[in-house]
């Protein structure tokens, strides 16, 4: 992966993770981006920042280098989220560093300690809550909003005030892997688009969802600013037309206490022969009625496909032999 320019002063960086379950349950067959901003003004300021598993922070430390920066330079390193996938490069990043001031929120401090053992003795603690400011120079100028419980307690996101641009973290970001040469949704084809939104969907539904009404209040206080760039620390950097991830987040966040899609899942479970004219029955039924129906059969598909489906169906139907027992994997649940 190369860094890349996303606006005057602010640059990305990113790694990519393949072949494995993140957090140890999502497959990612398309991969993940784990992004992470530089923020040049008279000072330098990283925002958000990558695991550390083997080479991830190597990969992050090599881009800075080739943008003709060195990471001795960076005097502040923000922390909107503390969970380890953007914190876990923090010791790595100390050990090459003569230190810097760490900007978070009270609550991500202390978790800061009690995960990473990060202290005074470690670096200069720099706590911030909604409204504060850091002036980088040169025109740079970060605020910082506080957006607990998306999805953890001490979340929180940051705003460059002179390119508009906000960097929310986990919030409106998605599984799959972008393309190094197309990190930006001005670059991307519709199709393409309508990817990311599906796998920012999953993403949501696996891991957000339960959260849905912090996120409503996250929207709120996102809805005051003029955001012209959003850069989440999954996927895609919106810059042609950020309303979109932020409206699709909106209808989301709405399921959890809204009608949602007029749209039916089914989730079937046992063998062809004995189900398999039911299936067909209920599809003809659904499509013959002209409703969308989503089958999947359990436990062949894996949860990580069946939530963000059940998630935005009105209807769910559950198929299930009369021998099953015990039910299999969703449906028990
Ligand atoms: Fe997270
Ligand atoms: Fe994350």
């Not at 850069?231 to 309303?243: M, S």
């Not at 004219?277 to 069946?306: N, R």
Request: contains cysteine; aromatic residues 10%; proline residues 7%.
């Amino acid at each position: 992966m190369k860094y890349s320019n996303v606006t005057d002063g602010i640059f990305r960086l990113s790694a990519h993770i393949h072949d494995l379950l993140f957090e140890g349950i999502w497959p990612l067959p398309h991969g993940m981006s784990m992004n992470s901003y530089i923020v040049q003004g008279k000072e330098i300021a990283i925002i958000d920042g990558v695991c550390g598993w083997d080479g991830v922070p190597e990969t992050l430390f090599r881009q800075f280098e080739e943008r003709g920066l060195s990471v001795q330079d960076i005097r502040y390193v923000v922390l909107n989220h503390m969970e380890p996938d953007h914190t876990g490069w923090l010791v790595p990043l100390k050990q090459i560093t003569r230190g810097f001031e760490l900007v978070a929120t009270p609550k991500a401090l202390r978790l800061a300690k009690s995960f990473f053992g990060l202290d005074e003795s470690f670096c200069t603690l720099h706590p911030v809550k909604s409204g504060d400011r850091i002036d980088l120079g040169k025109g740079k100028v970060l605020r910082f909003e506080e957006i607990p419980n998306v999805h953890w307690p001490e979340t929180m996101a940051t705003y460059e005030e002179s390119s508009r641009t906000l960097f929310p973290c986990d919030a409106f970001g998605s599984f799959g892997a972008i393309r190094e040469e197309a990190p930006f949704d001005d670059q991307l084809s519709e199709s393409e688009l309508a990817f990311f939104e599906e796998e920012a969907v999953r993403y949501f539904a696996n891991i957000v969802a339960a959260f849905s009404w912090p996120v409503k209040k996250a929207l709120e206080k996102i809805d005051s600013l003029d955001i012209r760039v959003l850069a989440p620390g999954h996927g895609i950097v919106w810059r042609k037309n950020p309303a979109r991830i932020v409206e699709l987040y909106r209808r989301l966040a709405e399921w959890s206490t809204a009608p949602t899609e007029p749209e039916i899942t089914l989730l079937w479970a046992g063998t062809e022969p004995s189900m398999g004219s039911l299936v067909k029955a209920a599809v003809d039924g659904a499509l013959g009625e002209g409703v969308p129906i989503h089958v999947h059969k359990v436990p062949d598909t894996h949860i990580s496909y069946i939530l963000p489906s059940v998630l935005r169906s009105s209807g769910v139907i559950l198929g299930i032999p009369y021998s099953s027992d015990p039910l299999p994997s969703p449906l028990a649940h």
